[in-house]
């Protein structure tokens, strides 16, 4: 076997492997599809780094081709996002394959350009017209908030609530249905391959009113929920965090 395809393959760790089992769009066929991809870009001298910018480039091209209103292009645009979640999982495969070639500000890159799928729905929704562009965006904010939201807790709370489940026997939901259901339903990386077929079908309107629907139902439910595990840390701490 060819020592850099070896490479890639033990590079890609338990945990993460664990975690794409979640989704099995990713699981099944992008992440597959990642590692022969990565072999030939790393074959031809290419960096983790090459791959963040082409990953941004189309998440940029489909900007354009989301908003035109045209669905042949608006297809196209969603199948920019396809491309671009399969180009995610190289960018990842390079990266920890061959560390040493990355850095603080190419990570920080790759992050950043990782979460660009979020914003998919706003021009989705322009190219629908009419009042669907408000819709559209108020799907971008209910996921930017319920980003915010998690890391405001992890940030300020993570340490204590990492303790307290020591002592607690709390068990994670981790790699239960319920879990992989739940982030099937709400995470836009579970869903987006289905994107350009529902495009060409004529179903772009009620993709972004059942992704309303979800992520205003999402929201409520992680305000809840991690309201509920900041009083679970102050009630095993004998006080109100």
Same mark, same amino acid.
């Given at each position: 076997?060819?020592e850099l395809?070896?490479?890639? @393959?033990l590079? /890609? !760790?338990p945990?993460?492997k ?7 769009w990713?699981?099944?066929i992008?992440r !597959?599809?990642?590692?022969p *991809?990565?072999? @030939?870009l790393?074959?031809?001298?290419? +960096?983790?780094?090459?791959?963040t910018?082409?990953t ?7 900007? !354009?081709?989301?908003? #035109?209103?045209r &669905?042949?292009?608006m297809?196209l645009g969603a199948?920019?996002l396809?491309l671009y979640t ?12 061959? &560390?040493? +070639?990355g850095? $603080?500000?190419?990570?920080?890159w790759?992050?950043l350009?990782g979460?660009?799928?979020?914003? #998919?729905?706003? &021009?989705l ?5 009419g ?8 799907? +971008?904010?209910?996921?930017l908030?319920?980003?915010? *939201?998690?890391?405001?807790f992890?940030q300020?709370l993570?340490?204590?609530?990492e303790?307290s489940?020591q002592?607690?026997?709390?068990? $994670?939901? +981790?790699g239960?249905?319920? /879990? ?5 339903l709400?995470? $836009? ?7 350009p077929i @529902?495009?060409?079908a ?7 009113a059942?992704?309303?629907l ?5 929201l409520i439910?992680i305000i ?5 595990r900041a ?10 965090l």
């Amino acid at each position: 076997m060819d020592e850099l395809w070896k490479k890639l @393959l033990l590079s /890609y !760790p338990p945990v993460k492997k664990a975690w794409d089992g979640t989704y099995p769009w990713i699981y099944y066929i992008a992440r !597959p599809v990642s590692f022969p *991809i990565s072999w @030939l870009l790393l074959k031809a001298g290419a +960096t983790a780094n090459h791959v963040t910018v082409l990953t941004a480039a189309l998440g940029f091209a489909s900007v !354009p081709l989301l908003a #035109c209103g045209r &669905p042949g292009l608006m297809a196209l645009g969603a199948f920019c996002l396809v491309l671009y979640t399969v180009f995610d999982c190289v960018d990842g495969d390079m990266a920890r394959a061959f &560390p040493e +070639t990355g850095s $603080p500000a190419g990570q920080y890159w790759g992050e950043l350009v990782g979460n660009f799928y979020l914003i #998919c729905y706003i &021009p989705l929704a322009a190219g629908l017209g009419g009042e669907w562009p408000v819709l559209g965006a108020l799907v +971008t904010v209910c996921k930017l908030l319920i980003i915010s *939201i998690r890391n405001n807790f992890w940030q300020t709370l993570g340490g204590l609530w990492e303790k307290s489940k020591q002592t607690s026997g709390y068990v $994670p939901y +981790t790699g239960s249905w319920y /879990y992989k259901l739940y982030y099937n339903l709400t995470d $836009p990386q579970a869903h987006v391959f289905l994107l350009p077929i @529902l495009i060409l079908a004529g179903f772009g309107k009620q993709f972004i009113a059942a992704s309303l629907l979800i992520s205003g139902f999402d929201l409520i439910f992680i305000i809840v929920f991690y309201l509920v595990r900041a009083g679970k840390i102050g009630s095993q701490k004998g006080q109100v965090l």
